[in-house]
């Protein structure tokens, strides 16, 4: 895809229509207008764009996973290739874009010595090293020194017992979800406010790289929670998406279009907000101002923040210097989406570039969405089970 580049506006022909009906303190009064005019409306104006959908099929047979639930993927950036984490079968599958076929891949051990249990997601280095995860523990499967596991309590200068959190939204599930990887997210059980994050690839240094999570104070600011008993209470949290770009870390959020920039210190940076013709820059409702009286009001309460709009995670376009999001439109029911899905572009420095609503004429478009080498995929809705399909977004 070739990079988009702003278009900017500015006109003297205004000026030359009045340049002899006018005096000088008019003409001179008009350009500064007109200055003033065209800078606003260079801030403005976004580009227009032409986008087209292919569908591509995949018949899962018997691989006894449906394709109307949401299962954790990794992709293969260059080889234009999925690896599906099955969880009924409990083996890494592969979906291949090329052919547009499935292949069941081969079960995870769950006895004996080299058992692997308790895992939601993987991330697999190929000929050198591969990590499977849960929210307590991982296992190193390392094809010089075998397979290792720890439990992240262990985990040395944190205070408290340390446990992942998932990363997965209604946009998708997924690590390494285009051609760079999410950073892996964690928080204290004891002190709940405390977060840190690592990249992926290090987590066999985990004691070592662990990094303090800057920008803590947005969870406890955006979550909505209700105690049950002085022991147990039901937490909805945000969701947030880091992923590193060049030296620091970039950090989207589901409930705000703004981004912030980290420093590999995770200390904070930079922040960027966006503003829309289409959709509110955040969720309407905020939890720091609300008060939960009791489960009914929890539920409600969260109804109301999963049908308001939600941001997905930033990717880059492939074979460009673009990058782009998904944004779903506040919607009447969660399941319906008729708030609009929408695509949002950015440059190479993340300035805004344009935005378009792309589910138009297409009621069947779903939110997960991933990017391989060949183009950005987003999922299907289908009432068959057995059939899995995505469009193949291309501008």
């Known amino acids: 895809m070739p990079v988009l580049k702003r278009a900017g506006f500015f006109s003297f022909s205004y000026f030359s229509i009045f340049e002899n009906m006018i005096g000088t303190l008019s003409r001179i009064w008009i350009l500064g207008f007109l200055v003033i005019f065209s800078c606003s409306q260079e801030e403005k104006n976004d580009i227009d764009f032409a986008f087209q959908l292919e569908t591509i099929s995949f018949e899962l047979g018997s691989s006894a996973f449906s394709s109307q639930t949401s299962f954790f993927l990794n992709v293969d950036y260059e080889r234009n290739v999925l690896l599906v984490l099955n969880p009924y079968l409990y083996s890494i599958d592969t979906l291949d874009f090329n052919t547009s076929s499935y292949k069941l891949g081969n079960e995870i051990d769950r006895d004996g010595p080299s058992a692997i249990i308790g895992i939601n997601s993987f991330l697999n280095y190929y000929d050198s090293i591969a990590f499977y995860m849960g929210s307590n523990s991982f296992y190193i499967d390392s094809k010089s020194e075998g397979l290792s596991s720890k439990k992240f309590s262990q985990v040395e200068g944190v205070e408290g017992s340390l446990q992942r959190i998932t990363q997965g939204s209604e946009f998708g599930n997924c690590l390494r ?54 022991k147990n209470k039901v937490v909805k949290g945000p969701v947030s998406y880091i992923q590193k770009i060049g030296n620091r870390y970039l950090v989207s959020w589901d409930f705000q279009s703004s981004i912030q920039f980290l420093n590999f210190s995770g200390e904070n940076e930079l922040a960027i ?55 779903k439109g506040k919607t009447s029911h969660r399941s319906k989406l008729d708030g609009g899905i929408f695509i949002v572009i950015f440059d190479s420095e993340f300035n805004f570039l344009a935005e378009k609503l792309i589910n138009a004429d297409t009621p069947e478009m779903g939110l997960e969405y991933f990017v391989l080498k060949s183009g950005i995929y987003i999922k299907r809705v289908t009432d068959s089970e057995d059939l899995l399909r995505y469009y193949r977004l291309i501008f």
């Open 177 to 230: 979800c285009a051609d760079n990887e999410q950073v892996l997210l964690f928080n204290s059980i004891e002190k709940q406010g405390d977060y840190y994050f690592l990249q992926a690839e290090k987590l066999g240094q985990i004691n070592d790289e662990l990094i303090d999570f800057g920008l803590s104070g947005e969870f406890a600011s955006n979550k909505i929670e209700f105690a049950i008993s002085a």
């Open 273 to 327: 907000a966006f503003n829309s013709d289409f959709f509110p820059n955040r969720k309407g409702f905020s939890p720091r101002d609300q008060r939960i009286t009791d489960h009914q009001d929890f539920t409600a309460k969260s109804t109301e923040w999963n049908n308001d709009v939600s941001f997905g995670p930033i990717y880059r376009v492939p074979e460009s210097e673009n990058y782009f999001r998904l944004v």
